[in-house]
């Protein structure tokens, strides 16, 4: 920087003749000109309009010169630096506005357009329903058996009185499994299931050991097996015998769900099944459905989506 | 059992029944088309079911 020029007097400074001046005017002029985008206006600015610009450079060097001459140079520049930043602010403008109409051109959004955002689906009826039914039988003193899903050919078929011949065994309505020498189906009914429970020694006494009587669940489509009370090989004569008198109720007050007098719709309900449990992370119901749902517990709904495994905590 | 549905239990040496529990859905939820249970639409599934 050059400070007051007071040891000699130079005539001029070549940055300051006035030549000098329009060319870096026009250099810069071009340049504001030739910028395509907001960058390259930026750069441009830095380049031409910024601190070491040559326009503010030469603007330094005033100082250098005689007094006389300062006047007429200082004005020059100004011109020139007010030229440029006047085109600066023109052409920004006229960037700014080009982008912002590219933008809502590129970023516009069809609000009609189908959205991607889908539920995850809904726990098909036929679930709800069976553990529906895995709640009310054991209520009743009845069991729910589960078995396997593959059986062996002898229990899904033999066992049951069905001939070598009999239809169901054909590869149309049985899958069987690799190697056949093994001899096993994917189980196509449910009573092998109904004759390994009797095969059970005490199988019918299990459920009278003490501790939570929430019901097996299991996710099985197929029609559930009626398996009486104290059926077995030891028969036992319990209160249970006897087909069931009038409606279903819980062993345990607080094992089964009751029912209450103004059932909802499913739909309505964002969990099924209000059973208290631990274990899994819990749904929390929305406050706005509480009013709906008087009866329901609000902390501890289950949640699991699949079949229900470990204790149940109530 | 079969003495007093009145069959003879010399003839018949017992009784068999199933019961499906897709019947009973259509009975329960008044489900004119069997084939919507199994579909797997799940338009279907949301009507009746739960949403997850």
Redesign the interface.
């Known amino acids: 920087m050059s400070g007051p020029n007071t040891d000699y007097d130079p005539v001029e400074v070549t940055p300051l003749k006035a030549e000098e001046v329009e060319r870096m005017r026009d250099e810069a002029l071009a340049a504001i000109t030739g910028a395509a985008d907001l960058d390259e206006l930026k750069q441009v600015r830095l380049d031409h309009a910024g601190d070491r610009s040559p326009i503010a450079l030469a603007n330094r060097e005033i100082g250098a010169l005689p007094p006389q001459a300062r006047k007429e140079a200082g004005a020059r520049v100004g011109r020139a630096r007010g030229a440029i930043n006047k085109a600066l602010g023109e052409r920004g403008a006229v960037l700014e506005e080009e982008h912002e109409a590219r933008m809502l051109v590129e970023e516009s959004v069809d609000v009609t357009l189908p959205t991607d955002r889908r539920?995850?689906?809904?726990?098909?009826?036929?679930?709800?329903?069976?553990e529906r039914?895995a709640d009310i039988f054991p209520a009743m003193g009845w069991d729910v058996a589960e078995g396997p899903w593959v059986e062996a050919e002898w229990l899904n078929f033999d066992a049951l009185n069905m001939g070598a011949d009999h239809p169901a065994r054909t590869m149309q309505d049985t899958f069987w499994l690799e190697p056949a020498e093994a001899a096993l189906v994917l189980r196509t009914?449910?009573?092998p299931v109904q004759g390994a429970h009797d095969a059970v020694a005490g199988a019918a006494d299990l459920r009278r050991l003490p501790g939570p009587r929430l019901p097996h669940r299991r996710g099985r489509?197929?029609?559930?097996?009626?398996l009486p009370p104290d059926r077995g090989p030891r028969r036992r004569q319990g209160h249970h015998h006897g087909p069931p008198q009038g409606h279903a109720r819980p062993h345990d007050d607080g094992a089964v769900r009751r029912g209450h007098h103004d059932p909802l719709p499913?739909?309505l309900?964002?969990?099924?099944r209000a059973v208290r449990r631990d274990g899994h992370g819990l749904l929390r119901l929305p406050r706005r459905r509480l009013g709906q749902l008087p009866h329901l517990s609000r902390r501890g709904l289950d949640r699991a989506?699949r079949l229900r495994r470990g204790q149940p905590a109530c | 059992m079969l003495t007093a549905c009145g069959i003879d239990p010399e003839v018949y040496s017992g009784v068999?029944?199933?019961?499906?529990?897709?019947r009973?859905?259509m009975f329960?939820?008044n489900v004119t088309d069997l084939r919507d249970?199994f579909e797997g639409d799940?338009r279907?599934?949301?009507?009746?079911?739960?949403?997850?």
């Open positions: 539920s995850r689906g809904a726990r098909h009826p036929i679930t709800t329903f069976s039914l009914h449910t009573s489509r197929d029609a559930l097996a009626g499913s739909v309900l964002p969990v099924h989506r | 068999a029944f199933g019961f499906g529990i897709d009973m859905l329960r939820h249970v799940v279907f599934a949301s009507a009746f079911g739960t949403e997850i």
